[in-house]
């Protein structure tokens, strides 16, 4: 019964910037890492960022210095602060939560995003 649900997601020229946002719902006791994951049409489905419980944050190195991976535990928010947005960032953007029990991954529906030149 684990639903993630995200928001933010839409049309932005390059250079603007986009906030994403995710709200976890289910056995949040046992929620532990939240991040994004994104996949552009023809690519394989990689990682953006995630947040660790402690606040550890991990970046791919194509968004370090331009996006930033924040959490709220007490409302079981995760976001993504996408600045200097590039046309390479264009995907679909998944919301991701691991738990402290099987299957341990769950994922939200995806919400779009567009970078236009």
């Known amino acids: 019964q684990v639903q993630l649900v995200e928001s933010g997601g839409g049309l932005v020229q390059a250079g603007g910037s986009l906030r994403l946002s995710c709200a976890a719902s289910g056995p949040i006791f046992l929620l532990r890492t939240m991040g994004w994951y994104r996949q552009a049409p023809g690519k394989q489905r990689e990682l953006v960022a995630n947040i660790a419980n402690g606040g550890v944050a991990n970046y791919a190195d194509s968004v370090k210095g331009r996006f930033t991976i924040s959490r709220d535990n007490a409302k079981n928010m995760v976001y993504l602060q996408m600045n200097s947005l590039k046309a390479e960032d264009t995907a679909v953007y998944y919301c991701?939560?691991?738990?402290?029990?099987?299957?341990?991954?769950?994922w939200g529906q995806g919400t779009q995003v567009t970078v236009s030149s």
């Open positions: 991701n939560a691991n738990f402290r029990a099987p299957p341990y991954d769950y």
